[in-house]
């Protein structure tokens, strides 16, 4: 497994990120700290404030009266029947998954797992009960995992897209790092001393377009407008990115978690359109407070649209209860935003938990040589 990766780095110009998720920060008052706050030689790293930035090189930053208006109104919020019965869930079983080939399985939040061309690649693993660095506090998981990660195929590459607990889980990784020690990590800048800390063997942290092989397939991390926290302490000390995966006749990019800006378009230019593209839908009220780092749905469709991508999977709702608004209005907003644009609703999916989705992997394409990705 291990040998399946071809170091081939690419440098390009970029600055950097940022964001504020809700629950996240209500509860980021412990815990161990997950970069070294080292300086880095990033073109995305301010050397000034010794924090990542986002390309426009604006760091918003929420002020205690607003995070206090936010987190008295999370408290108070309206009773949302979704908290309490979930969400629909298509269970897996272990001999299903270990047939799973050519497909992608949306597991819940902003957790993947897709197999193209035998390779096998989960997105930021998260499989407990709450997004928090505490066990009796923070979002508790609302729809249950579809199956349990010792159920998990051979994966050999996970691709974490920033340090927020509801998108890298200490528990999770502990656990796939007992069950399946082979697997190849990929982080954004910063973070591959923690996951060391954590027992992973094989991790490798890339700056935004550093560019490596892995198998047939080339895999890059790409800016996009957020932030990263994990400790009251460390605000920006490491990166955050989506990442773009391109095989010869397919490619799939993970949006991870981000507000709205021009990323995407630059993803689309610099790299292609992709034909799978992972969107998030959720997570974005109050809009005055969400709107620097969480796209809302009409947002997310024009992500789709700036990314130019064939089919989008929609992520990032429905299994944390992490903002305000009622957990069931994603999907519907999405399908109105789809059809306000005049966009087809069946290429832009909202799955159960659980589901597969082979569509994106059957429709013909162009025999593209590889190289012709990489220009």
Not at 164 to 176: A, G, P, V
Not at 291 to 318: M, R
Not at 345 to 366: D, E
Request: net charge positive; aromatic share 14%.
């Amino acid at each position: 497994m291990l040998g399946k990766l071809r170091p081939s780095i690419s440098f390009s110009n970029s600055k950097s990120p940022k964001f504020v998720c809700l629950g996240l920060l209500l509860m980021l008052s412990n815990s161990a700290c997950s970069g070294k706050g080292s300086y880095y030689d990033s073109s995305n790293f301010n050397q000034n404030t010794k924090r990542f930035q986002n390309l426009s090189g604006i760091e918003d930053k929420e002020t205690f009266k607003e995070f206090s208006s936010f987190a008295f109104d999370y408290f108070t919020r309206d009773k949302d029947i979704s908290e309490t019965k979930g969400f629909p869930i298509e269970m897996n079983s272990r001999d299903k998954l270990n047939d799973f080939q050519n497909n992608v399985i949306w597991v819940g939040h902003s957790t993947i797992l897709l197999n193209y061309n035998d390779l096998t690649i989960l997105t930021d693993p998260q499989f407990y009960h709450r997004a928090s660095p505490f066990h009796f506090f923070g979002p508790k998981r609302v729809t249950p995992v579809p199956f349990k990660i010792s159920d998990l195929p051979e994966v050999d590459v996970v691709l974490i897209s920033h340090n927020h607990y509801d998108h890298l889980d200490e528990k999770s990784i502990k656990k796939l790092v007992e069950l399946q020690p082979g697997i190849k990590y990929l982080v954004p800048l910063g973070l591959k001393g923690l996951l060391k800390k954590w027992g992973v063997q094989s991790v490798e942290e890339l700056d935004w377009w550093q560019a490596i092989d892995f198998s047939d397939a080339n895999i890059q991390p790409t800016p996009v407008k957020h932030w990263s926290k994990r400790t009251p302490f460390d605000r920006n000390k490491t990166l955050w990115a989506g990442w773009m995966v391109r095989w010869s006749d397919f490619s799939f990019y993970f949006a991870g978690d981000t507000g709205y800006s021009q990323d995407f378009k630059l993803t689309a230019q610099k790299l292609g359109k992709p034909t799978l593209a992972a969107i998030p839908i959720g997570a974005y009220e109050p809009r005055n407070f969400m709107k620097s780092s969480h796209i809302n749905p009409t947002e997310a469709v024009k992500v789709f649209q700036d990314l130019g991508s064939e089919y989008a999977l929609a992520i990032h709702w429905g299994t944390f209860k992490l903002t305000l608004e009622k957990m069931d209005e994603p999907p519907r907003k999405l399908q109105s935003a789809l059809e306000k644009a005049g966009m087809l609703t069946n290429k832009f999916r909202v799955l159960k938990h659980g589901a597969s989705w082979k569509k994106p992997f059957q429709i013909p394409r162009n025999n593209l040589k590889h190289e012709e990705f990489l220009n």
